[in-house]
C-alpha cells in the first residue's frame, strides 16, 4: 500500500515534522474525575491511574470516572494468596513428576520432548494448578436466549474440574447480569423474532460464498446503507465477524513506514491487526492524554527510527466503551490532538454503539460530536443488535478502497442472511423508524437502569470501576479464592455473573463483571443488589474508603429545641 493511496482515502495531510514549541499541562492522578469544574470545598479520596483533562470546555457534560485505589491490605494479600497457590502448584507438579499425582493436562510426548514446545510453561502451569480451580464458574451452557433471564444446564465433575458431566436437568429462571445484552434484544419474540423467520424462509441459513463472487445479496446492500445513515457517514461496509474486523482492517489500513499509537488496554482484536499490519506500535497509557500527546509530538519531532523521516501516517486507536474497566474514551481531547498533529483516528465502538448517547449512536453521540471527526469509524453488531459481526463506517473513497483491499472482504464468508435481517430490524427500531417509541424506550431504560446500578453499589460499600453512564460495569474481588466463590455464591441464588481475573486483568484487580441490560425492570435490579450484598458481605468484598456524606444535623439541633 503506498503512501499516496493511503493518505488520499483517508483524505488528510501527511505528517510532516515540526518543533512544538508548547508545554503541556500537568497531569493530576485522582480517583473520581470531573471534566468540569468542581466547588473548592469538594475533596475526593485519593484515585489511581486516571488523568485530568487538558481543556474541559471541550465537555458539554460532566465526565466522571472512578477507579479506586487498591487497598494496601487487600492487595498485600492478594500477593500472598498468588505466591502460596503458586507454592502448591510447583509441589503438586513435582508429585506428578513422580506419578505420584495423576496429570490431567495435555502434554508433550516423551520423543517430542527436543522439538519446539507446543504449550507455553507459565501458561500450561497457570491452567493445570491456578485456574482448573475455579473453572467451573465458567462455560456453563446457555439453553434459552440469554436476555433477563436464562436457563442454564447443570453439571457436575468427580475430578476436581478436570472434566464435567452433564446431567440432563436445567436450572431455569437463571437472572442474566453478564451478557451484552444492553438494549434487551436477546429475544425470541418480537418484531426481530418476525423478520428473522420470514428472511430465513426468503433466502435461507447461510450464503457459501464471499462478498465479491456469489454471496452479494440485496439484503446486505440494504444494511449497509442503513449503517451509515445511523452512524451519519458516507458510506459504511459489513463483516460477517466482528473480532476479523478490526484484525483484518487495520493491515489494510496502515504498512510499513506508519506508527500506530495504540491505548493500552485495547482489545485483541485491535492488537492483533496492529501487529498483522507491520507498522510501528507505541503505546500510551489508558485514556492518558498527556501520555498521549508526548508520543505524538515525539513522533512528528523525531520521524522514523535511525532514517527519520517523517511518518507516513499516524494512526491513533481507541475504543468506545472499554470492556474490562468500563471506562468511556476521552473523545473530544482524542480529536482535538488527532486535528493538533494531523494524525488519524480509529474508532472501535464494539460496545458503546445502541448503548451510548441520546439516540443510541454511540460515544461520538454521547459527546455531541461530529461523525466526519472520526476517520474510521468501527463497531460491532453483537452487543447492542443481538446480531453478528461488524462494520466500518466513514468516507465513501475509504469504504470503496476496503471492498478491494481488506482480507475480510475477499476471503471471507458473507453475512448471514437472517443476522442481517435481525441488525436491520433492531436498528431501525433504535431509530424510531417501525412507528413506535420502543427504542427510545430501551436507551432510556438502559440509562436509567445504568446509573441506579451504579449508585446502589457504591451506597453499599463496593469498589467499582468505570464511567458513571457505562453499562460495563466491574467490582473489584481482588483475591483469587474469591472469584470463583463469588461466582458459585451468586449462582446458587439464581444470578449468572461474569468474573474476571489475571491473567485477563492486573494481578490485583480481578473482578466481577456487570453487564446492564435494558431488559432488567428495577424490581429484578433490587433482586440483584441484594444478593450481592448478602453475598458481599459473606465474602468481605466491601473494600472502599469512599466517605459518605454526612446527614445534615438541623433536625437534630431541632428535636434537642423542642426538648428543652
Same mark, same amino acid.
Request: proline fraction near 4%; hydrophobic fraction near 35%; aromatic fraction near 10%.
Given at each position: 500500500?503506498?503512501?499516496? +493511496?493511503?493518505?488520499?482515502?483517508?483524505?488528510?495531510?501527511?505528517?510532516?515534522?515540526?518543533?512544538?514549541?508548547?508545554?503541556?499541562?500537568?497531569?493530576?492522578?485522582?480517583?473520581?474525575?470531573?471534566?468540569?469544574?468542581?466547588?473548592?470545598?469538594?475533596?475526593?479520596?485519593?484515585?489511581?491511574?486516571?488523568?485530568?483533562?487538558?481543556?474541559?470546555?471541550?465537555?458539554?457534560?460532566?465526565?466522571?470516572?472512578?477507579?479506586?485505589?487498591?487497598?494496601?491490605?487487600?492487595?498485600?494479600? /492478594?500477593?500472598?494468596?498468588?505466591?502460596?497457590?503458586?507454592?502448591?502448584?510447583?509441589?503438586?507438579?513435582?508429585?506428578?513428576?513422580?506419578?505420584?499425582?495423576?496429570?490431567?493436562?495435555?502434554?508433550?510426548?516423551?520423543?517430542?520432548?527436543?522439538?519446539?514446545?507446543?504449550?507455553?510453561?507459565?501458561?500450561?502451569?497457570?491452567?493445570?494448578?491456578?485456574?482448573?480451580?475455579?473453572?467451573?464458574?465458567?462455560?456453563?451452557?446457555?439453553?434459552?436466549?440469554?436476555?433477563?433471564?436464562?436457563?442454564?444446564?447443570?453439571?457436575?465433575?468427580?475430578?476436581?474440574?478436570?472434566?464435567?458431566?452433564?446431567?440432563?436437568?436445567?436450572?431455569?429462571?437463571?437472572?442474566?447480569?453478564? +451478557?451484552?445484552?444492553?438494549?434487551?434484544?436477546?429475544?425470541? /419474540?418480537?418484531?426481530?423474532?418476525?423478520?428473522?423467520?420470514?428472511?430465513?424462509?426468503?433466502?435461507?441459513?447461510?450464503?457459501?460464498?464471499?462478498?465479491?463472487?456469489?454471496?452479494?445479496?440485496?439484503?446486505?446492500?440494504?444494511?449497509?446503507?442503513?449503517?451509515?445513515?445511523?452512524?451519519?457517514?458516507?458510506?459504511?461496509?459489513?463483516?460477517?465477524?466482528?473480532?476479523?474486523?478490526?484484525?483484518?482492517?487495520?493491515?489494510?489500513?496502515?504498512?510499513?513506514?506508519?506508527?500506530?499509537?495504540?491505548?493500552?488496554?485495547?482489545?485483541?482484536?485491535? =492488537?492483533?491487526?496492529?501487529?498483522?499490519?507491520?507498522?510501528?506500535?507505541?503505546?500510551?497509557?489508558?485514556?492518558?492524554?498527556?501520555?498521549?500527546?508526548?508520543?505524538?509530538?515525539?513522533?512528528?519531532?523525531?520521524?522514523?527510527?535511525?532514517?527519520?523521516?517523517?511518518?507516513?501516517?499516524?494512526?491513533?486507536? =481507541?475504543?468506545?466503551?472499554?470492556?474490562?474497566?468500563?471506562?468511556? =474514551?476521552?473523545?473530544?481531547?482524542?480529536?482535538?490532538?488527532?486535528?493538533?498533529?494531523?494524525?488519524?483516528?480509529?474508532?472501535?465502538?464494539?460496545?458503546?454503539?445502541?448503548?451510548?448517547?441520546?439516540?443510541?449512536?454511540?460515544? !461520538?453521540?454521547?459527546?455531541?460530536?461530529?461523525?466526519?471527526?472520526?476517520?474510521?469509524?468501527?463497531?460491532?453488531?453483537?452487543?447492542?443488535?443481538?446480531?453478528?459481526?461488524?462494520?466500518?463506517?466513514?468516507?465513501?473513497?475509504?469504504?470503496?478502497?476496503?471492498?478491494?483491499?481488506?482480507?475480510?472482504?475477499?476471503?471471507?464468508?458473507?453475512?448471514?442472511?437472517?443476522?442481517?435481517?435481525?441488525?436491520?430490524?433492531?436498528?431501525?427500531?433504535?431509530?424510531?423508524?417501525?412507528?413506535?417509541?420502543?427504542?427510545?424506550?430501551?436507551?432510556?431504560?438502559? +440509562?436509567?437502569?445504568?446509573?441506579?446500578?451504579?449508585?446502589?453499589?457504591?451506597?453499599?460499600?463496593?469498589?467499582?470501576?468505570?464511567?458513571?453512564?457505562?453499562?460495563?460495569?466491574?467490582?473489584?474481588?481482588?483475591?483469587?479464592?474469591?472469584?470463583?466463590?463469588?461466582?458459585?455464591?451468586?449462582?446458587?441464588?439464581?444470578?449468572?455473573?461474569?468474573? !474476571?481475573?489475571?491473567?485477563?486483568?492486573?494481578?490485583?484487580?480481578?473482578?466481577?463483571?456487570?453487564?446492564?441490560?435494558?431488559?432488567?425492570?428495577?424490581?429484578?435490579?433490587?433482586?440483584?443488589?441484594?444478593?450481592?450484598?448478602?453475598?458481599?458481605?459473606?465474602?468481605?468484598?466491601?473494600?472502599?474508603?469512599?466517605?459518605?456524606?454526612?446527614?445534615?444535623?438541623?433536625?437534630?439541633?431541632?428535636?434537642?429545641?423542642?426538648?428543652?
Amino acid at each position: 500500500m503506498t503512501e499516496s +493511496s493511503t493518505n488520499k482515502l483517508l483524505n488528510g495531510d501527511a505528517c510532516h515534522r515540526t518543533s512544538n514549541g508548547r508545554k503541556s499541562s500537568k497531569n493530576g492522578f485522582v480517583k473520581n474525575h470531573c471534566s468540569l469544574q468542581l466547588p473548592q470545598n469538594y475533596s475526593r479520596p485519593r484515585e489511581k491511574n486516571q488523568n485530568g483533562t487538558h481543556n474541559s470546555s471541550l465537555y458539554k457534560k460532566p465526565f466522571l470516572e472512578s477507579f479506586e485505589e487498591t487497598p494496601l491490605l487487600v492487595a498485600v494479600f /492478594t500477593y500472598m494468596s498468588y505466591g502460596i497457590l503458586t507454592i502448591f502448584g510447583y509441589f503438586r507438579d513435582f508429585l506428578r513428576n513422580w506419578n505420584i499425582e495423576k496429570c490431567n493436562m495435555a502434554q508433550e510426548r516423551e520423543e517430542q520432548k527436543d522439538f519446539v514446545p507446543l504449550y507455553q510453561d507459565f501458561e500450561n502451569f497457570y491452567n493445570r494448578n491456578l485456574y482448573i480451580r475455579i473453572r467451573d464458574t465458567w462455560n456453563i451452557p446457555v439453553c434459552c436466549p440469554p436476555g433477563a433471564t436464562m436457563d442454564l444446564g447443570e453439571r457436575l465433575t468427580f475430578d476436581y474440574n478436570w472434566t464435567f458431566k452433564y446431567t440432563g436437568k436445567v436450572m431455569k429462571g437463571i437472572i442474566n447480569i453478564g +451478557s451484552y445484552n444492553y438494549l434487551g434484544f436477546a429475544e425470541n /419474540t418480537g418484531a426481530c423474532n418476525i423478520a428473522d423467520v420470514a428472511t430465513t424462509q426468503k433466502y435461507g441459513v447461510g450464503v457459501s460464498s464471499t462478498r465479491c463472487e456469489m454471496g452479494n445479496l440485496d439484503i446486505h446492500g440494504e444494511l449497509e446503507t442503513l449503517v451509515a445513515r445511523f452512524l451519519g457517514v458516507e458510506s459504511a461496509m459489513t463483516f460477517g465477524m466482528g473480532f476479523a474486523t478490526n484484525s483484518m482492517n487495520i493491515p489494510a489500513l496502515t504498512g510499513k513506514g506508519c506508527l500506530i499509537l495504540s491505548d493500552e488496554l485495547n482489545h485483541a482484536s485491535l =492488537v492483533l491487526g496492529a501487529r498483522l499490519s507491520g507498522s510501528t506500535i507505541r503505546v500510551f497509557k489508558h485514556n492518558n492524554m498527556q501520555s498521549l500527546e508526548k508520543l505524538l509530538r515525539d513522533a512528528i519531532v523525531h520521524g522514523q527510527p535511525r532514517t527519520h523521516r517523517p511518518w507516513k501516517k499516524i494512526l491513533i486507536l =481507541v475504543e468506545g466503551i472499554y470492556s474490562m474497566e468500563g471506562s468511556i =474514551v476521552r473523545l473530544p481531547e482524542v480529536i482535538a490532538l488527532k486535528k493538533r498533529y494531523k494524525a488519524y483516528l480509529y474508532l472501535d465502538e464494539a460496545h458503546s454503539i445502541g448503548a451510548l448517547g441520546p439516540n443510541g449512536r454511540g460515544v !461520538v453521540d454521547y459527546f455531541g460530536l461530529d461523525p466526519k471527526d472520526v476517520d474510521i469509524m468501527m463497531g460491532t453488531f453483537t452487543k447492542s443488535f443481538n446480531g453478528a459481526g461488524g462494520y466500518i463506517g466513514g468516507k465513501k473513497e475509504l469504504i470503496d478502497y476496503l471492498r478491494c483491499h481488506s482480507h475480510s472482504a475477499l476471503y471471507a464468508t458473507s453475512m448471514s442472511p437472517p443476522v442481517a435481517q435481525q441488525i436491520i430490524t433492531a436498528m431501525r427500531i433504535i431509530m424510531g423508524e417501525d412507528g413506535t417509541t420502543q427504542g427510545a424506550h430501551r436507551l432510556r431504560q438502559l +440509562s436509567e437502569n445504568t446509573a441506579y446500578f451504579r449508585r446502589k453499589l457504591n451506597d453499599m460499600g463496593f469498589i467499582i470501576y468505570g464511567n458513571k453512564d457505562s453499562p460495563v460495569v466491574p467490582m473489584m474481588l481482588y483475591m483469587p479464592a474469591k472469584i470463583g466463590a463469588f461466582g458459585r455464591e451468586m449462582l446458587k441464588r439464581n444470578i449468572g455473573i461474569v468474573a !474476571v481475573g489475571f491473567p485477563a486483568t492486573p494481578i490485583t484487580e480481578s473482578r466481577a463483571r456487570f453487564c446492564i441490560s435494558a431488559a432488567h425492570t428495577r424490581e429484578v435490579l433490587d433482586q440483584v443488589l441484594d444478593v450481592i450484598d448478602e453475598v458481599g458481605d459473606l465474602l468481605s468484598l466491601k473494600y472502599s474508603r469512599r466517605q459518605k456524606p454526612r446527614p445534615s444535623l438541623g433536625w437534630m439541633a431541632e428535636e434537642s429545641h423542642l426538648q428543652d
